[in-house]
């Protein structure tokens, strides 16, 4: 499995996580396997299902790993260099919902295949109106001037095009607006998992104010 900073689209959401996961962003050669969800305390409407990863990884490895990205300097390093931005990791919303769903539906489909061959009513996409928020949520951060550049170099600018498209073609895909799923801790905190009441209301007057 090719890690997604390497592959085109740069998918900024899971650029730190996946690298972890498989040991392939220094090009080493690791053993993988399905790893079940069962146990995940993340990617929790998504249980039935399982990722592929370094046979080494654990389910708590897998939870902690995708649970620290948005704060990881190295994940928002990688953003910023990819799309020629200052971006501070706060903004993304739906970003695990999203993170789970493109995991299970694309990057580890070998893994899930018969699941979803099969009746999904217990095993369902991600919600079409949270995979539009997370898609409006990074056009929005790309888009905005004041933190990524009015004039990206052209490696920068086809790197947000391509990913722009590319969340769009999952969120018309792969998504679905009925028997659908989301994270509760994003649905119920307005598609921040972790973020405070008082983190949301502050961002939500930054954005107010702009």
């Keep these: 499995m090719m890690p997604f900073g390497l592959r085109t689209p740069v998918v900024a959401v899971l650029l730190h996580v996946t690298g972890i996961l498989t040991g392939g962003r220094h090009g080493l050669h690791v053993v993988s396997m399905c790893l079940p969800l069962a146990n995940t305390s993340v990617c929790t409407p998504w249980q039935q299902g399982a990722v592929n990863v370094s046979s080494s990884m654990s389910i708590r490895d897998f939870d902690m790993a995708l649970n620290a990205w948005a704060e ?25 919902s999203y993170g789970c769903a493109e995991r299970l539906w694309m990057n580890d489909y070998a893994c899930n295949s018969d699941l979803m061959a099969q009746d999904d009513a217990t095993f369902r996409p991600l919600c079409t109106s949270s995979c539009q928020y997370y898609q409006a949520s990074m056009g929005r951060i790309l888009n905005d001037p004041t933190i990524c550049a009015a004039e990206p170099t052209a490696a920068q600018s086809d790197a947000r095009s391509a990913t722009l498209d590319y969340i769009a073609s999952f969120c018309a895909n792969f998504s679905r607006s009925y028997n659908c799923s989301t994270l509760p801790s994003e649905h119920n905190r307005c598609g921040w998992a972790n973020a405070t009441v008082k983190g949301i209301v502050d961002y939500c007057a930054k954005l107010h104010d702009q």
């Design 72 to 96: 990881s300097n190295e994940h928002i390093a990688g953003f910023n260099a990819a799309y020629g931005c200052t971006w501070d990791g706060v903004g993304i919303r739906y970003a695990h």
